[in-house]
């Protein structure tokens, strides 16, 4: 199976920006989608964004041209850049993996732990 640690989290001032950072582990995989979501207290879980194998990119309205989705395959890692942070923008944020093992057809998904990101006013 395949582990999501993310990192990158924390406290910032509005009009700041965070990077996070999210590495998958585990037995021979090969990562199809990489997304990132949120939830806010008292909400529903949202995408924010999300970065197929091809490079392809889709965000969600509120976070366009604020957040930035990007992926290094050779480190199965994914990365959110978020700049212009509002206070709206705080939730904790999941980072989400469809993958196949290798030799295996079946598609699976894979949830990190998620992580904490507040903005301050």
């Known amino acids: 199976q395949v582990q999501l640690v993310e990192s990158g989290g924390g406290l910032v001032q509005a009009g700041g920006s965070l990077r996070l950072s999210c590495a998958a582990s585990?037995?021979?995989?090969?990562?199809?989608?990489f997304a990132w979501y949120r939830q806010a207290p008292g909400k529903q879980r949202e995408l924010v964004a999300l970065i197929t194998s091809g490079g392809s990119t889709n965000y969600a309205n509120s976070v366009k041209g604020r957040f930035t989705i990007s992926r290094d395959n050779a480190k199965n890692t994914v990365y959110l850049l978020m700049n212009s942070l509002a206070p709206e923008d705080t939730a904790v944020y999941y980072c989400n993996a469809d993958y196949q093992l290798i030799g295996s057809p079946q598609f699976r998904g894979s949830w990190g732990q998620g992580t904490q990101v507040t903005v301050s006013s």
């Open positions: 585990g037995s021979t995989f090969s990562i199809n989608t």
